[in-house]
């Protein structure tokens, strides 16, 4: 991982206040984890402990232990850590300071806990180019062969919506002014590598489809910013089977 992507990520949850909502991702769970859980439910164990990727302030992390009961919050950034821990008055999660992309860090995890359903939202698409296949053999890792992942990511189609919001009367709303001013990347990862750096990871798409991240940020009609997106419940794909030529893992004898 890049030092300009790691300190990109400290110097931006250093100058976020604990205040809920002033991330522009930081929508309630209502909005996020909710739903998010009720696709991954069919598929997976949901008494197995879960692992929120890329928790930030840890928001969609407490909704996350008390719907499955064990949750663990993992970010790259100290800072975001520390929110999230102020945050969680009820002592509800646990969160820690961790590197997707340090393979060490992530099989020394998977030891401790067994494995895990996994929860990640919009972490891929802003990685850097290089990161995004250690971040997806990390969530192949942590969920080992009973747990289960749900990923989701930006389209390409977010970006026109960004542009949008980023043109606005006055200039770009703060929040998203500030994801630009620390360096962050929105929407940086092509529809179809998602899918492929999912299965080059050694993981099967068992469900999928489109949906939109909700954000803290309003249009001038008062409604919602919501990012084009695309979910996808993922486990590990057993040894021997096939992959298309697209990269996306499938059965056997799937057409």
């Not at 931006?12 to 522009?24: K, L, N, V």
């Not at 909704?63 to 999230?84: K, M, N, P, W």
């Not at 949906?211 to 009609?221: G, H, I, M, V």
């Not at 008062?222 to 298309?244: C, D, K, Q």
């Amino acid at each position: 991982m890049s030092e300009r992507y790691r300190e990109a990520w400290e110097s931006y949850w250093q100058a976020t206040s604990d205040a809920p909502g002033e991330a522009i991702w930081d929508a309630d769970p209502s909005l996020s984890a909710a739903r998010d859980v009720d696709r991954l439910a069919p598929h997976a164990d949901l008494s197995l402990p879960i692992l929120d990727l890329g928790c930030g302030n840890g928001t969609q992390t407490r909704y996350l232990a008390a719907r499955c009961g064990r949750a663990l919050g993992i970010d790259l950034s100290h800072a975001a850590v520390e929110h999230a821990r102020r945050a969680d008055t009820a002592r509800t999660a646990e969160f820690r300071q961790l590197s997707l992309t340090d393979p060490a860090a992530v099989r020394e995890l998977h030891e401790r806990l067994g494995d895990a359903n996994v929860y990640m939202r919009a972490v891929i698409h802003q990685s850097d180019a290089p990161d995004r296949r250690p971040v997806a053999e990390a969530v192949a890792t942590l969920v080992g062969s009973r747990g289960r992942g749900f990923v989701a990511e930006l389209t390409e189609e977010s970006k026109t919506t960004l542009t949008r919001l980023a043109e606005s009367p006055g200039g770009p709303p703060l929040k998203l002014r500030r994801v630009f001013d620390h360096g962050l990347k929105p929407a940086d990862a092509g529809d179809s590598e998602v899918a492929e750096v999912l299965a080059s990871a050694g993981l099967r798409i068992l469900a999928e489809g489109p949906t939109a991240l909700a954000q803290t940020e309003q249009w001038a009609d008062g409604s919602r910013v919501e990012l084009p997106a695309r979910w996808f419940v993922v486990g590990r794909a057993p040894e021997g089977e096939g992959r298309l030529s697209t990269g996306v893992v499938r059965p056997p004898h799937s057409a």
